[in-house]
């Protein structure tokens, strides 16, 4: 039987109500009961889900003991529209997939978490048993990972132990704005933005290869430091203290270019086994510059000591050029 075919119910009492006003928003449907359509399992329905039509046959619809399987075996009423076609009044746009799990026992789930819970709240609302643990067991299963892990050191250990311990080279940022004795200048908190802006592609750009680390301890108010198996490599401070007319300010600097240089640098430790030439190339300096004979250096040779590359902006800028501690 179709939907054009089923007769409204309580055909007689409607007759009685018929002078008064109907709404006129109301579209015009009629009540019809599919009872003892089971048998007609090869018989096809048309259905308008929120807008979108579907043709499904009974025995699909019929199969899980669904929502759908009480509105097409005569335990609830369905509507239908004046062309015959079986009102739903839900969203149509996961129910190709509902028919699709109905007609062979499994789907493919669309992509993206967003979608899978929508198919899921689908499932849930027509009853489908299977189709809501299908789309439960794949939420748990993929849950979203993070695109990287910045470890933020809260105690000097904690920093030590993740540098002597990582096998990557590694790249600190310094970011302590309270760390300030005196007034930011102007353009200061634009360019502490900026340094925190870049740290944060660097380690997106580069988090496979360096480990990044933000430090909310140290001393300086804005300072990136780089580290190759286990050692300091270099150094860069980007505040420094700028005198005004009155009062003393401090400016934080982007030395962009800089920081792009030693991230690069820093890549060269990226190797598993250490690099004699690379390390003695890049740690050892004499203490002193200049050649020096064997005989000045002593029997021992020249002092070899640590070298960190220590780059800092200009520590004192001054207005009018004054010199130094005044």
Excluded at 93 to 107: A, E, Q
Aim: net charge neutral.
């Amino acid at each position: 039987m179709s939907g054009d075919s089923c007769l409204p119910r309580h055909h007689t009492q409607s007759n009685t109500h018929i002078s008064q006003p109907l709404p006129l928003a109301c579209p015009k449907t009629k009540t019809c009961s599919y009872r003892g359509a089971v048998g007609l399992g090869n018989k096809y329905v048309r259905l308008n889900v929120g807008g979108n039509l579907f043709y499904a046959t009974l025995q699909v619809l019929t199969r899980e003991n669904s929502i759908l399987k009480a509105m097409f075996s005569g335990k609830m009423e369905v509507f239908t529209d004046k062309e015959g076609w079986i009102l739903i009044d839900r969203s149509g746009k996961h129910f190709g997939s509902i028919l699709c799990y109905l007609r062979d026992g499994t789907v493919s789930l669309p992509k993206g978490r967003q979608a899978i819970q929508e198919l899921l709240a689908e499932a849930k609302y027509y009853l489908i048993q299977g189709l809501m643990e299908l789309c439960q067991n794949t939420l748990q299963g993929n849950k979203e990972q993070p695109l990287c892990v910045i470890p933020v050191v809260t105690s000097i250990k904690e920093e030590e132990q993740l540098i002597q311990t990582s096998a990557k080279p590694v790249v600190k940022l310094v970011y302590n704005r309270s760390n300030n004795k005196y007034s930011y200048t102007s353009n200061s908190d634009d360019n502490l933005l900026k340094n925190i802006e870049l740290f944060d592609r660097l380690s997106l750009s580069f988090n496979g290869r360096v480990l990044f680390i933000k430090d909310v301890i140290g001393d300086e108010i804005c300072c990136w430091s780089f580290y190759g198996q286990g050692r300091k490599l270099a150094e860069v401070c980007c505040t420094s203290i700028f005198y005004a007319t009155e009062k003393k300010q401090t400016k934080v600097e982007f030395p962009e270019a800089r920081i792009y240089e030693e991230t690069l640098n820093a890549l060269l430790y990226e190797t598993t086994l250490p690099d004699n030439s690379l390390l003695e190339a890049t740690r050892r300096s004499y203490t002193t510059c200049g050649s020096h004979s064997e005989e000045e250096e002593g029997p021992g040779g020249a002092e070899l000591r640590e070298r960190v590359r220590r780059i800092h902006v200009k520590r004192y800028s001054t207005y009018d050029d004054r010199p130094l501690g005044h």
